[in-house]
Nanobody, 127 residues
Framework: QVQLVESGGGLVQAGGSLRLSCAAS????????MGWFRQAPGKEREFVAA????????SSTNSVKGRFAISRDNVKNTVYLQMNSLKPEDAAVYYC????????????????????WGQGTQVTVSS
């Protein structure tokens, strides 16, 4: 069992930055690939970024490439999402999720492959 708790959301002006954190319980954090998803009001949840269990491989959706970066610290059992140059369209509830690793370089954008989810943290971007 893995419990995930997100933090770091808030209100920021367009062009600003936020760093989201997701703290995981348990001693098996390094066995999981991690992902960030977001859901804006009236829209479906969408993939933002993912990272493999070791932290050496990442992926992100096109709309955030060059602005967002996912990273992890397997000693602190935490995954991060650094968000720069925020836009109003980035406003959403951001969720972190954990997927039991299927290989060294495994990560996924498919939310159905994630086993555990956090409760989410709200990000609001004012224009």
């Amino acid at each position: 069992q893995v419990q995930l708790v997100e933090s770091g959301g808030g209100l920021v002006q367009a062009g600003g930055s936020l760093r989201l954190s997701c703290a995981a319980s348990g001693r098996t954090f390094s066995s999981y690939a991690m992902g960030w998803f977001r859901q804006a009001p009236g829209k479906e949840r969408e993939f933002v970024a993912a990272i493999n269990s070791g932290g050496g491989s990442t992926s992100s959706t096109n709309s955030v490439k060059g602005r967002f970066a996912i990273s992890r610290d397997n000693v602190k059992n935490t995954v991060y999402l650094q968000m720069n140059s925020l836009k109003p369209e980035d406003a959403a509830v951001y969720y972190c999720a954990a997927a039991l690793s299927r290989g060294t370089y495994y990560y996924t954008a498919n939310e159905r492959e994630y086993d555990y989810w956090g409760q989410g943290t709200q990000v609001t971007v004012s224009s």
